[in-house]
């Protein structure tokens, strides 16, 4: 796994994970501005920061309510 | 027009309040770059994964770069649409069921001047993020695994924004037909699914379907001229598009009306 680490060139892996925390630092803002969610708002909380990528994408799309 | 690029301007504002400015464009860049690198990565990833034999070998071919961004657009035609179908699920459903369209409609808007904007709006954020997903795919193929001509790629984007924009009408009929976004959102996938099976099984008939767009963009890429049929095919899917919004002019009109 060590060697893996070293073989991967991080150039190229770096402005993937950027984008990934753009994405859940947004999901975030957006979170602590709603009051409410689709569902328990803890929940989206943890959806967001546990799920790589999809949570963020999943709160976005079903969890933010629009009224 | 002046009232068009209102109703055009609130809904711009409306997906920088709910972020889709940031999103969607994100969720494409990432569908566009997974590909390229996890290609490049393959023989790693294999490794380090385990559960083979000592001496097992493997040679795994480098694709033609062609083929790597061809890998992105099957992506874009897969989670592409499904990001696409459920971001605009609750357009003008959802404002609907909430009663905001009807605060807009109650001012003296044409029925046709809402539906179109919605239309253009939509469409905006998805070719920018299909321009951003297919810039950013483009540049990891061409650092791992060999150049394709700046050119080629605008072909590549030109061509299959049709696809997504068709999509987009699709999506926009339904919505003016049911109030759930829900159902909007799953009819859509349901149709654009059907759209391939039925050129998939009708191929020989149906040569200007907009499901072929993706195959013609491959002869692009790959022999570097545009098919006669491509041309065809892009004649129909503008016919579709108009086709597909009139009638969800009609129905919004028949449905608020009623």
Known sequence: MAELFETINWG???????IQLILMV?????WARTENTNGPKMMWLFIILLLNIIGPILYFIFGRRND | MRQWITVFNREMLEYWRNFKWIWVPVIFILLGVTDPLSTYYLPQIIESVGGLPEDATFDIPTPPPADVLMMSLSQYSQLGVLVVALMSMGLISGERKSGAAELVLVKPIRYSTYVTAKWAATSVLVLLSLI????????YTNL?????AFGDLLL??????????YVVSISILLNTMFKTPGLVGFLTILLVILTSIVTNIFDHILDWSPAQLSSYINIVL????????????TVVT???IVGLLTLS????????MA
């Not at chain 1, 947004?26 to 957006?30: G, P, R, V």
């Not at chain 2, 590549?156 to 924009?165: G, I, K, Q, V």
């Not at chain 2, 790959?222 to 095919?233: C, M, Q, V």
């Open chain 2, 238 to 240: 503008v016919l579709l």
């Open chain 1, 12 to 18: 190229l892996i770096a402005p993937i994970i950027v």
């Open chain 2, 249 to 256: 002019i009609y129905t919004f009109r028949a449905r608020e």
């Open chain 2, 144 to 148: 791992l695994f060999g150049e394709i």
């Open chain 2, 222 to 233: 790959t022999e570097g001229a545009i098919p006669n049929e491509l041309w065809g095919t």
């Open chain 1, 26 to 30: 947004t999901a975030l803002i957006d």
């Open chain 2, 132 to 139: 951003v997903g297919l810039l950013a795919s483009w540049y």
């Open chain 2, 156 to 165: 590549t984007l030109l061509f299959y924004s049709l696809w997504l924009f």
